[in-house]
T-cell receptor, first 111, second 113 residues
Framework: SQQGEEDPQALSIQEGENATMNCSYK?????LQWYRQNSGRGLVHLIL???NEREKHSGRLRVTLDTSKKSSSLLITASRAADTASYFC???????????WGAGTKLIIKP | DTGVSQDPRHKITKRGQNVTFRCDPI?????LYWYRQTLGQGPEFLTY????????KSRLLSDRFSAERPKGSFSTLEIQRTEQGDSAMYLC???????????FGPGTRLTVL
């Protein structure tokens, strides 16, 4: 079963604009991770935020985590054509070894 | 490049046949995961190894599926009596710490005719 649910399912923006994707989950977690997948490079880890953190930055990426609302957001600033990909959130549940994945947000950056 | 490798990259088989996939993780990673992914969906967890011990299996992993990691290095995933519903991308990942950043292989795309 999938715990994370990304929103929106698809997003199309102009190059240079910011892209925001959201993820909601259901149970207590140790951490939440964001991954990117495109046909050229497969699944690549972007950023991990732990349950005791509220915000984290990595280059043009900014992730927030609200454990009270069981939600996270991924912001990509100054988008580029190379950011075109599917973005997945994955949660590490407290009770087991599994990463639980959402269905992803498909991001298209128009030149 | 010493990333995660998977073999084969593609496999086409007839229904009822057995198939076996191999995953070679990053050498210093003692944690290894198998996932299945279908089009438009995120990966679904199948099983997890710490060294050679299989510590968790998903209910998705029916009796036809078996995974091994005999020496705590490479792993194999076997599907017996394949069904058309087994058609998917099978992904392997490894990590240094449990459920920390996972490094994925390119996957094995299985098509069951």
């Amino acid at each position: 079963s999938q715990q994370g649910e990304e929103d929106p399912q698809a997003l199309s923006i102009q190059e240079g604009e910011n892209a925001t994707m959201n993820c909601s989950y259901k149970t207590s977690i140790n951490n939440l991770q964001w991954y990117r997948q495109n046909s050229g490079r497969g699944l690549v880890h972007l950023i991990l935020i732990r349950s005791n953190e509220r915000e984290k930055h990595s280059g043009r990426l900014r992730v927030t985590l609200d454990t009270s609302k069981k939600s996270s957001s991924l912001l990509i600033t100054a988008s580029r054509a190379a950011d075109t990909a599917s973005y997945f959130c994955a949660t590490d549940e407290v009770s087991n070894y599994q990463l639980i994945w959402g269905a992803g947000t498909k991001l298209i950056i128009k030149p | 490049d010493t990333g995660v490798s998977q073999d084969p990259r593609h496999k086409i088989t007839k229904r009822g046949q057995n198939v076996t996939f191999r995953c070679d993780p990053i050498s210093e990673h003692n944690r290894l995961y198998w996932y299945r992914q279908t089009l438009g969906q995120g990966p679904e967890f199948l099983t997890y190894f710490q060294n050679e011990a299989q510590l968790e299996k998903s209910r998705l992993l029916s009796d036809r599926f078996s995974a091994e990691r005999p020496k705590g290095s490479f792993s194999t995933l076997e599907i017996q009596r394949t069904e058309q519903g087994d058609s998917a991308m099978y992904l392997c990942a490894s990590s240094l710490l449990v459920n920390d950043e996972q490094f994925f292989g390119p996957g094995t795309r299985l098509t069951v005719l």
